[in-house]
T-cell receptor, first 114, second 112 residues
Framework: EPEVTQTPSHQVTQMGQEVILRCVPI?????FYWYRQILGQKVEFLVS????????KSEIFDDQFSVERPDGSNFTLKIRSTKLEDSAMYFC????????????FGPGTRLTVT | DAKTTQPPSMDCAEGRAANLPCNHS???????VYWYRQIHSQGPQYIIH???NNETNEMASLIITEDRKSSTLILPHATLRDTAVYYC?????????????FGKGTKLSVIP
């Protein structure tokens, strides 16, 4: 069964450093998403991406964040200058269409900022 | 904030049906009900969704009341691997917004 994959599974970085989280969505999916979950808290939406453009973003997704689909398979989330409060699990998701289609989530990348 | 209300926790005996309730009294006509679950710290897993008709797939059944103000997710024969946090999510379809708004969900514990 096709699945969303994410690398790395765990990333440790120092405050102020740039970090790139990588995702490979399901191959025929057209819509891509990033969510995050701070330890013990709810899963929060960050951004959705379609046709090489951001289609929606939350208040969390400020200028420190960016997303890119650099080739036909990868979808990345970049945090330019990490802060301690960026420590969280980051989940990538994809869906075939928008509309009512379900989103399939990857296993997540645990980001620890020290 | 989440538009749904779920009990914080439930227990279910292994092999029995798990019935997870969700209230969404302010749901509007173009909002679907989705159920996801999260096992430990893994990525959320899609279970099922529906608009107004009851739905069934290989994982679960979704029963939506006629007035659409509440729904129940049914896992017909719960196993220990079904222990997870279950999220009921209401989402508008067709308005250009695709984000899922997660609440705190129901922590289901399946007991041997």
């Amino acid at each position: 069964e096709p699945e969303v994959t994410q690398t790395p599974s765990h990333q440790v970085t120092q405050m102020g450093q740039e970090v790139i989280l990588r995702c490979v969505p399901i191959s025929n999916h057209l819509y891509f998403y990033w969510y995050r979950q701070i330890l013990g808290q709810k899963v929060e939406f960050l951004v959705s991406f379609y046709n090489n453009e951001i289609s929606e973003k939350s208040e969390i997704f400020d200028d420190q964040f960016s997303v890119e689909r650099p080739d036909g398979s990868n979808f990345t989330l970049k945090i330019r200058s990490t802060k301690l409060e960026d420590s969280a699990m980051y989940f990538c998701a994809s869906s075939h269409q928008g509309g009512e289609d379900e989103q399939y989530f990857g296993p997540g990348t645990r980001l620890t900022v020290t | 904030d989440a538009k749904t209300t779920q009990p914080p926790s439930m227990d279910c005996a292994e092999g029995r049906a798990a019935n997870l309730p969700c209230n969404h009294s302010t749901i509007s006509g173009n909002e679907y009900v989705y159920w996801y679950r999260q096992i430990h710290s893994q990525g959320p897993q899609y279970i099922i969704h529906g608009l107004k008709n009851n739905e069934t797939n290989e994982m679960a059944s979704l029963i939506i009341t006629e007035d659409r103000k509440s729904s129940t997710l049914i896992l017909p024969h719960a196993t220990l691997r079904d222990t997870a946090v279950y999220y009921c999510i209401v989402r508008v379809v067709g308005a250009g917004s695709y984000q899922l708004t997660f609440g705190k969900g129901t922590k289901l514990s399946v007991i041997p």
